[in-house]
Nanobody, 127 residues
Framework: QVQLVESGGGLVQAGKSLRLSCAAS????????MGWFRQAPGQEREFVAS?????????YTDDSVKGRFTISRDNAKNTVYLQMNSLRPEDTAVYYC???????????????????WGQGTQVTVSS
């Protein structure tokens, strides 16, 4: 069992940065692949980024976040981060952290392949 708690969300102006954190606890936390998803109002939850258990492999969604967002992890702290730079109003969403016992190096995991989810943290970017 893995428990996930996100933090770091808030209200920022466009162009600013935020760093989200996801604290994981449980027996398998450090061995789990981790992902960030987001859900904007009226839209489906979508993949943002993921990282394998040792941080050596990552995936990002399309060009909308590449170069602006960075996923990382500190297994000594059982924490995964999402550094978000140059934020845009369209990044406004609830951001969710997720953990999985799976990892495929050829493609990012889909939502159904994650076994544990956090409660989400709100990110609001004003123009």
């Amino acid at each position: 069992q893995v428990q996930l708690v996100e933090s770091g969300g808030g209200l920022v102006q466009a162009g600013k940065s935020l760093r989200l954190s996801c604290a994981a606890s449980g027996r398998s936390a450090s061995n789990a692949a981790m992902g960030w998803f987001r859900q904007a109002p009226g839209q489906e939850r979508e993949f943002v980024a993921s990282i394998n258990y040792n941080g050596e492999e990552t995936f990002y969604t399309d060009d909308s976040v590449k170069g602006r967002f960075t996923i990382s992890r500190d297994n000594a702290k059982n924490t995964v981060y999402l550094q978000m730079n140059s934020l845009r109003p369209e990044d406004t969403a609830v951001y969710y952290c997720a953990a999985s016992r799976l990892w495929f190096g050829t493609r990012p995991l889909v939502q159904g392949e994650y076994h544990y989810w956090g409660q989400g943290t709100q990110v609001t970017v004003s123009s």
